[in-house]
Each structure stands twice: as C-alpha cells, then as structure tokens.
C-alpha cells in the first residue's frame, strides 16, 4: 500500500451512501492485498480499475471498515463528479459502457454524446400519483415518439442510471427518471438544455395526468454556506433590558418578521424577500414623517413668507413625486426608513465586535460572492485616529454613508431577485434566481437584512401608535 493522497472528499461527492470521513484513500495499491474473502469482487474492482484508467477515469482507491472501493472522477460541465464504487455496485458498473458517459453539472442526470441519450433523476410527492401509474395493472407508459424517432419517457432508470447514479442506494423502486433518447448531443449544455426544455416541457404534460408535478433535482455546490450555528444572535443584553413593551410593536409587520423567520434556509429567496417585505411595510410611515418634518422646518424657519409664490414653492419642491404613493423613489424611502430606525453606531459597534465572524467576513471581503460592495463598517474619517472624537454625533458623515451604502446593497440584491423579466437585464450584475447557485450566497445578506428588520420592527416610532 501506498500513500494517502492530499484528497479530501467532500458530502456533496457522488452518492457515497455513508460517511467520507469512514474511508481511507490511497493513490495505489494491489487489491490483492485485501482479504480474500471476496475474491471475485477483487477481481472486478481490478478489472473496473483498469477501465477506469485507460479511460482516464480513475481517481482513487479507497478502503472503509476493510472493505476496498473505487473512486471515478467523471466530467460534469465544468465541474466533476465521483462515483464510488464498492463490491455492491462493481457488477452493474462494469456492465455499463460508462466511458461513453458523463454527469450533468446542475442535476442528478448523466448524459452520453455517444449514445445521443441525457436522463436525469426526478423528484415528486410521496402521495402515490405517479407511482400508483407505474404500479397499476397493465403499467401505462408515459413515454412518447418524435417523428424524427426521439423517445421521451419518465419511468424507471435505466440500467446506466441505475449504475452510474447509484440509485440502489435509496430504494430504487422508487427512483424515476426522465429520458430522452436519440437526441444527438454534441455537448454538455446542450443537455442540460434538453432536460430543462423538452424534460420539463414533458413534465408540465405529465401534471395534469397524475395529479403531481414531478421535477429535476437541482444539483449545485455551495462554495460559501453559513454553517447554521453561526448566526449573528443579538447578544451583550441580559434581562435587565427587558421592559413591558409600550409601545408594543404593530401587529402585522410582525407577523411577516416571525412568518420570514419560519421560512428554511434552504429558500434563500424567499427569505431575503421576506424580511425585506418587513422593512418594506414602513416605508411610507418613515417617507410620510421625513416628508412632515421637511414642510414644518420650511414652514417654521424665520424668513418663511406665506405670501411668497417663491417661499410657498420650497413647500412643493420639498414634497416628492413620483414612487410608490407619491412619496417617492423606494431606495429613498429604505434609506429613510433605515437613517430613522437602525441605531448605526451600535451597528457599526456589533459588526466591529463580530469582525472574524463568518457573517461579517462576508459582508466586508473585497471578494463579494455577489458582486456587491463590499461593506466598509470603519469611520472613514481619521476620527478613530482621535480618541476624544469618539463620541456620537461629533460631526463626521460616516454613519451617513454606511445607512446609505447598506441601503443601497439591500435595495440592488432585491431588484436583482424581483426583476427577472426575459430579456430585462437592467442591472450590471445580473438576476438572482431562486435556482441559480448565486441565491445561496444569500445567507449573509439575509441575515444582515435580518438584523435591520428586526431594528425597523422595534424602533420606537414603528410601534403601534395608540
Ligand atoms: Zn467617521
């Protein structure tokens, strides 16, 4: 035997069906030196070794609680994927022409520009639907012809799939595919293209027969998750703090905080949406105060005529148009409603005192995994640099321009999720969809949006008026 190879492999790798951690790898070694015990399967691990490296194929060998196994590195668009192969799965894998295969990168699928054929995975509700079809007596077939001979079918995987998708792992009578044979494929988008064009197409056709909509399953790396026991907690407040809460907060947008709270994490989107929705139902109590005190500080000032036309412009000039309610622009009524409730000093404080954490690393990396800006919580202002300056208020615009360039963060990453339009592409960065990998770099932002919508929901002023 021979050394272990810098390689750690990773949950997400291919259908392992068990713990990585339980498997020590090794670039080489004779499986003759195992036991014996199951000497034909050495022999086809052997035999598949050998494909696998002609093929160039082959990633690692492998042995967990004694027993040895192979590791294939296969294309996945621009990704790869592992296939683990044990004495379980060594016959069916053998059986298959898998050098004629590699894995689609964004489902659980394979595809073959030599058999012309992609086939992927599909999910749907336990309610027996489609598998009632299957079972029923004779089995009717949801599979149809194309003039040109392409044949579209969902059913049970073929025995590729079953091999290279591993899906005698999970109780295979369950599994279901969609296929699509006869297609000619020059490349890897070009079926992914297929799956998610004639797959779906077919699959929207299946809905209304079986009482379900089964669908692809998505498959995508996170290359940043925030671990779950991560999350910035409002800490440093003990039950001191505590007081009977008057006033108390309005009753719907706190449903909506504890509604976006409820939502997983494994819907980004909607999480993010969720809590903007909270910070959103202020805007026009915040737009409508700003708007009030702006009259009443024209209306007050020394030189303010009642019978100067000019005078009694600065009045009209001084009330926005345009924007939702007449009160204008949203990203001025976000930052306005923000200005007005986030207390940004203990913000910039609570960031500051969490620097290495996950959270703020992100939020603050000159790598932003979205193309944001980064944040910048330091004073810009040589203030920090003068200790007796530290005190609020002492006259530097920093908070100013820390509320607007959070605002601004927030308000592009909403835009980027809500105008999804086709062809619509009216911001640089690009849309965020719910199932493209860029939702999942979400995480820090929702809960930078988290902790502003819980300051909102609680600012004094938001509360319920009595
Ligand atoms: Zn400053």
């Known amino acids: 035997m021979t050394r272990r ?11 392992l069906g ?3 951690n339980d498997i020590d790898f090794y670039d080489e070694f004779d499986l003759c030196d195992l036991s014996d015990r199951n000497a034909k399967r050495i022999d086809e691990l052997t035999l598949l070794a050998a494909r696998a490296k002609s093929a160039n194929l082959f990633r690692a060998f492998g042995i967990r609680y004694g027993d040895p196994l192979l590791v294939l590195q296969f294309p996945a668009g621009e990704s790869t994927r592992h296939l683990f192969v044990d004495a379980n799965s060594v016959e069916e894998v053998l059986a298959c ?3 004629k295969y590699e894995y689609l990168q964004n489902y659980d699928g394979i595809w073959s520009c030599r058999q012309n054929r992609v ?4 999910r749907y509700s336990g309610g027996g639907g489609i598998l009632a079809h299957y079972r029923s007596d004779p089995p009717r077939a949801l599979a149809v ?14 025995a590729d799939a079953i091999a290279l998708l591993h899906t005698h792992i999970e109780d295979s009578f369950r599994e279901l595919t969609v296929s699509i044979d006869g297609l000619p494929l020059a490349a890897h988008d070009e079926a992914e293209e297929a799956v998610e064009t004639v797959g779906n197409a077919f699959l929207l056709q299946v809905e209304p027969i079986i009482g379900d909509l089964p669908h692809l399953i998505p498959r995508h790396r996170r290359p940043w998750k925030l671990p779950s026991n991560s999350q910035i907690r409002l800490r440093g407040a003990d039950e001191s703090t505590l007081v009977y809460p008057d006033p108390p907060v309005r009753s719907e947008p706190a449903k909506m905080y504890f509604y976006a709270h409820r939502i997983p994490g494994d819907l980004p989107v909607v999480r993010f949406l969720a809590f903007y929705q909270v910070i959103e139902y202020f805007f026009p109590i915040y737009a409508r105060i700003r708007i009030v005190e702006q009259l009443q500080g024209i209306l007050q000032s020394p030189s303010f005529n009642p019978r100067s036309a000019q005078d009694v412009g600065k009045l009209i000039a001084a009330v926005p148009r345009g924007g939702p309610q007449g009160l204008g622009a949203e990203l001025g009524q976000l930052v306005t409603t923000l200005r007005r409730c986030v207390n940004i000093d203990a913000l910039r404080s609570f960031l500051t005192e969490h620097r290495n954490h996950p959270i703020t690393v992100q939020l603050t990396s000159n790598e932003q995994l979205l193309g944001s800006q980064p944040l910048r919580i330091e004073h810009s202002c040589d203030r920090q640099s003068l200790p007796n300056m530290s005190s609020p208020n002492s006259g530097c615009d920093c908070d100013e321009v820390l509320v607007k360039s959070l605002a601004q963060r927030i308000y592009n990453l909403r835009n980027r999720i809500v105008h999804s339009k086709e062809g619509v592409r009216d911001n640089a960065e690009g849309s965020v969809l719910p199932f493209m990998p860029q939702a999942d770099y979400l995480d820090a932002d929702i809960e930078l949006l988290r902790h502003l919508a819980r300051g909102v929901l609680t600012a004094p002023e938001s509360g319920n008026p009595r």
């Open 5 to 15: 190879p810098h390689w750690n492999v990773s949950l997400d790798d291919y259908r």
């Open 18 to 20: 068990g713990n990585p």
């Open 97 to 99: 022409p898998f050098e």
């Open 119 to 122: 086939e992927a995975l599909i």
């Open 145 to 158: 012809r194309a003039d040109n001979g392409i044949a579209l079918r969902i059913g049970f995987p073929s």
